[in-house]
């Protein structure tokens, strides 16, 4: 008896376009060959694996995309030998309930985005592709009388054979009950498993329609925070032409000052008449320095009033947007967690994990107890996890996102010297392993 065959089918759009055997698609993973028709494209493919009778025993539908030259795009590397050893289980294809990892029921969720869900027809176009042997796989003659029986299972025809071996011509005379519970059981598990997939699709469609509908709320915080400063740099503008206009009203007060003493000097020298002169001038030139100086004040005034009821307007919209995004936070947490953690539980009792990611513990399992700690503070959870605290933890994310000495000058400048990143938060030591190696020997901050 031989063992299990594995192969990769290709789909575009609806139909079967290629089918190779699983070292074959390894070596174009390795750019060992390529495939040209599959050039500049995006493709749905299926793993499947095969045993000696061309009976489909489990199957990972996931993506792939090739470059112009119709090698493997980017860095595609998916487990897919893993995903479907811990896969559920799905429909029944020929030989009992077969293994499927799809996206939304994928063991593994870092690998879910890269996985595609099957409709109505998928599993019946993969049957049919792997009936048609293209692949020119040997197929033990059993396998071939069995797949000539039609529409009939095959406990039915092991039934009916054991029968025709005893001399009875009717297998209703027979106890043949548990051939019957078995075919009940076998639905009721592909009946579960597909309620299984329908709540895990509906919860995948909850979690992006509040995904978009946070990153909507957050660009328009962005929006209305950019417009803020944006009417702050104007203000600030104002602000300088008011200093502007000070300084040219204080340049006009000395030269009406000079002026003035020009003038007592023409009186004292000229008499009464010029005295006269003096004053009608000084009069005539005060009241236009007050009348423009009146102008200008009133209309810095006005565009003063204007943008401070902008910037009031702005900051009113925005504590809004915040109430908003904190109102759809708690709905979202209260979803999560509340009503005596009943979705969490279904979750858990339907298989769900939940795992996270975050630097410094990479893939991180959260129990169903944990989860309220984890989404009142992810960072501090993430922290307590990896026996640091918050702070020293927020520092090494710093750090670890941007690896450069961290040291400053009289002027509040980074060194900004690149250095080599602490992988783990407990080795983190803050004013030590942020310091290139001049600043660690001198001992500056």
């Known amino acids: ?73 980017g860095h595609w590397n998916i487990p897919l030998r893993h995903l479907l050893d811990h896969a559920s289980f799905g429909p029944d294809l020929g030989a009992g309930p077969v293994r499927v990892a799809c996206r939304s029921a994928c063991p593994v969720a870092w690998y879910r985005r890269q996985l595609w869900d099957p409709d109505a027809g998928t599993f019946n176009q993969i049957s049919t592709a792997v009936m048609r042997n293209r692949l020119g796989i040997i197929v033990e003659e059993r396998g071939k009388q069995r797949a000539g029986a039609g529409n009939v299972a095959n406990f039915f025809k092991a039934a009916d054979k054991k029968l025709s071996t005893q001399g009875v011509s009717s297998p209703a005379s027979l106890p043949s009950a548990p051939v019957f519970h078995r ?40 929006e209305r925070e950019a417009l803020i400063q944006q009417q702050k740099a104007k203000l600030d503008e104002l602000l300088k032409t008011e200093q502007e ?11 009406m000052q000079e002026k003035t003493q020009e003038l007592e000097a023409l009186v004292i020298k000229g008499g009464q008449d010029s005295e006269r002169q003096m004053i009608e001038l000084r009069k005539s030139y005060a009241e236009d320095l007050e009348r423009r100086l009146h102008t200008q004040s009133i209309s810095l005034e006005e565009a003063l009033h204007k943008r401070e009821r902008e910037l009031y307007q702005r900051a009113t919209e ?55 700690e984890y989404l009142r503070d992810p960072l501090a959870y993430v922290a307590s996890r990896c026996e640091v605290s918050s702070e020293q933890y927020r520092d090494w994310l710093a750090h670890y996102r941007l690896p450069i000495c961290r040291a400053t000058d009289d002027d509040m400048q980074y060194c900004g010297q690149p250095i080599k990143k602490v992988m783990r938060p407990m080795l983190f030591r803050p004013g030590e392993s942020d310091r290139c190696q001049h600043h660690s020997d001198s001992g500056l901050s």
């Open 1 to 73: 008896m031989g063992g299990l065959r594995e192969a990769v089918i290709f789909f575009s759009d609806i139909a079967v376009v290629k089918e190779m055997f699983f070292v074959e698609f390894e070596a174009v993973l390795d750019d060992v060959v390529g495939i040209p028709d599959f050039a500049n494209s995006e493709l749905r493919a299926a793993f499947v694996q095969i045993d000696d009778k061309l009976s489909v025993l489990g199957l990972v539908l996931f993506s792939i995309s090739f470059d112009s030259r119709g090698r493997v795009a």
């Open 183 to 222: 075919r009940y059981r076998q639905k009721l598990r592909a009946a579960r498993h597909a309620e299984k997939l329908t709540l895990a699709a509906q919860a995948e469609s909850f979690n992006s329609a509040l995904e978009a509908q946070a990153e909507g709320f957050t660009r328009q915080l962005r």
């Open 245 to 255: 206009l000070q300084g040219h009203l204080d340049r006009q007060q000395r030269l």
């Open 318 to 372: 925005i504590v809004e947007l915040r109430g908003e995004l904190s109102s759809l936070r708690e709905k979202n947490r209260a979803l999560m967690i509340g009503s005596d953690d009943k979705l969490l539980k279904t979750m858990v009792e339907k298989g769900v994990v939940f795992v996270a990611y975050h630097p410094g513990v990479e893939h991180l399992v959260i129990a169903q107890d944990e989860m309220p």
